[in-house]
């Protein structure tokens, strides 16, 4: 009995596999690498001291996917592989739709073959769209505004679909609010390809000296001090919701029921910083520049669903997010930057 991690080497995968070795799981990762490193298994290991079984394959591959499901009983899956950059799909759409759908599409038709039907699946606040009213509760209108967005509203909508044609599947959309943070041992972070997208990175970068200054999208929000508030969530808060949404489909349950994992509360981008440069005890420099389009002035999760349906809660506070990334970024300067080489036996 296993449960499979697809994308198992990311951010939000590498947390994930570490809560579900520590609730006692015995787990399935692949990963094609395209935005993770190798060597984040080994620091799975380092951190939890127990073994799983890795695949190295890109999910599109069918034969190699219909491997992992042959050499194993997989009971359930975490489907965490996809392409996540807001600006990249805009750019490049079919890249995003032949990935995070043609590759959903392929997962799912294994799993149906081999009568796997529990899922849970990464889906994203994304999908609330920009109209949504806060708290933002999991019944608001769905509404995409970019291919990213779009990928995961269609997934969404292609697994409801696939439950009206076969009500054995027990299928969770997790929709994330904003994961930041890294693990307390320092050791598993997030290392972005290039230049951050994201606040976080971003400012963690600059206080190492990586980056001259922040640039704040916008201070005329209607926001109290007119920069954007979102929903920051601890990582391993985050990891830990993915336990529990296992342990719901794993419960016999069956049915799509999206749930929202956020926190409940908001902070601003000068919040932010600041609590950073608590943290930090450094002055981070920053200067105003237009919005970004695209950005809602205010988005934070109502997470009443979670808490009552999975029993789950984020338990970290901003403090310990903001310790606990900036742990990472000194650790680790260069992201997981290693000469670790896959052991054959691993591929
Ligand atoms: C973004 C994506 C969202 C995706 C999520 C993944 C957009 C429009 N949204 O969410 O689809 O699911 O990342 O984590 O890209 N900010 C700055 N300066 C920066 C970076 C960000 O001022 O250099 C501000 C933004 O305007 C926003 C806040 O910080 O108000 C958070 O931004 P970010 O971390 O990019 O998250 P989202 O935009 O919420």
């Given at each position: 009995?296993?449960i499979l991690?697809t994308?198992g080497?990311?951010?939000?995968?590498?947390?994930t596999s570490?809560?579900?070795?520590?609730?006692g799981y015995?787990?399935v990762?692949?990963?094609?690498?395209?935005n993770?490193?190798?060597e984040v298994l080994?620091r799975i290991?380092?951190v939890?001291?127990?073994?799983?079984q890795?695949?190295?394959?890109?999910m599109?591959?069918?034969?190699?996917?219909?491997?992992v499901?042959?050499?194993?009983?997989i009971d359930?899956?975490?489907?965490?592989?996809?392409?996540?950059?807001v600006?990249?799909s805009i750019?490049?759409?079919l890249?995003?739709?032949?990935?995070?759908?043609?590759?959903?599409v392929?997962?799912?038709?294994?799993?149906?073959?081999h009568?796997?039907k529990?899922?849970?699946?990464?889906?994203s606040?994304?999908v609330?769209?920009?109209?949504?009213?806060?708290p933002i509760?999991?019944?608001?209108?769905?509404?995409a505004t970019?291919?990213?967005?779009?990928?995961?509203?269609?997934v969404?909508e292609?697994?409801?679909d696939?439950y009206?044609?076969d009500?054995?599947?027990?299928?969770?959309?997790?929709?994330?609010?904003?994961p930041?943070?890294a693990?307390q041992s320092g050791r598993l972070?997030?290392y972005?390809n290039?230049?951050?997208?994201?606040?976080?990175p971003?400012i963690?970068?600059?206080?190492?000296g990586k980056?001259?200054?922040?640039?704040?999208?916008?201070n005329?929000?209607?926001?109290?001090?007119?920069?954007?508030?979102?929903?920051?969530?601890?990582?391993?808060?985050?990891?830990?919701g993915?336990?529990?949404?296992i342990?719901?489909?794993?419960?016999g349950v069956?049915?799509?029921?999206?749930?929202?994992?956020?926190?409940?509360?908001?902070y601003s981008v000068?919040?932010?910083i600041?609590?950073?440069e608590?943290i930090i005890?450094k002055h981070i420099p920053?200067s105003?520049?237009d919005?970004r389009?695209?950005?809602?002035a205010?988005c934070?999760a109502?997470?009443?669903?979670?808490?009552a349906?999975?029993g789950?809660?984020?338990?970290?506070?901003?403090?310990?997010?903001c310790?606990?990334?900036?742990r990472?970024?000194v650790?680790?300067?260069n992201?997981?930057?290693?000469s670790?080489?896959?052991?054959?036996s691993w591929v």
């Amino acid at each position: 009995m296993a449960i499979l991690i697809t994308g198992g080497c990311g951010f939000i995968g590498a947390h994930t596999s570490v809560e579900m070795l520590n609730a006692g799981y015995d787990i399935v990762l692949f990963d094609n690498f395209s935005n993770s490193q190798p060597e984040v298994l080994r620091r799975i290991y380092e951190v939890t001291n127990e073994n799983l079984q890795f695949y190295q394959l890109d999910m599109r591959d069918k034969e190699r996917l219909e491997k992992v499901f042959m050499e194993n009983r997989i009971d359930a899956v975490i489907h965490l592989a996809g392409l996540k950059a807001v600006g990249e799909s805009i750019h490049l759409p079919l890249k995003y739709y032949d990935n995070n759908i043609n590759g959903t599409v392929t997962l799912i038709e294994m799993m149906k073959k081999h009568n796997v039907k529990k899922l849970v699946f990464s889906s994203s606040a994304t999908v609330y769209g920009l109209k949504a009213q806060v708290p933002i509760s999991e019944s608001s209108p769905l509404e995409a505004t970019n291919p990213y967005g779009r990928s995961k509203l269609m997934v969404e909508e292609i697994l409801r679909d696939l439950y009206i044609s076969d009500n054995e599947w027990s299928i969770i959309p997790l929709r994330y609010f904003n994961p930041v943070g890294a693990h307390q041992s320092g050791r598993l972070g997030e290392y972005p390809n290039g230049t951050p997208n994201n606040l976080a990175p971003y400012i963690t970068q600059v206080a190492a000296g990586k980056l001259r200054e922040m640039s704040i999208f916008g201070n005329n929000y209607p926001t109290p001090d007119g920069t954007g508030i979102r929903d920051y969530l601890h990582v391993t808060d985050l990891a830990l919701g993915h336990v529990k949404a296992i342990e719901k489909v794993m419960s016999g349950v069956t049915g799509v029921n999206a749930y929202n994992l956020g926190t409940g509360k908001g902070y601003s981008v000068l919040e932010m910083i600041q609590a950073f440069e608590q943290i930090i005890g450094k002055h981070i420099p920053y200067s105003i520049v237009d919005r970004r389009p695209g950005d809602v002035a205010i988005c934070y999760a109502d997470p009443t669903k979670a808490k009552a349906e999975l029993g789950w809660e984020a338990q970290k506070g901003l403090e310990e997010m903001c310790m606990d990334a900036w742990r990472w970024q000194v650790n680790n300067p260069n992201g997981y930057e290693s000469s670790f080489e896959l052991e054959r036996s691993w591929v």
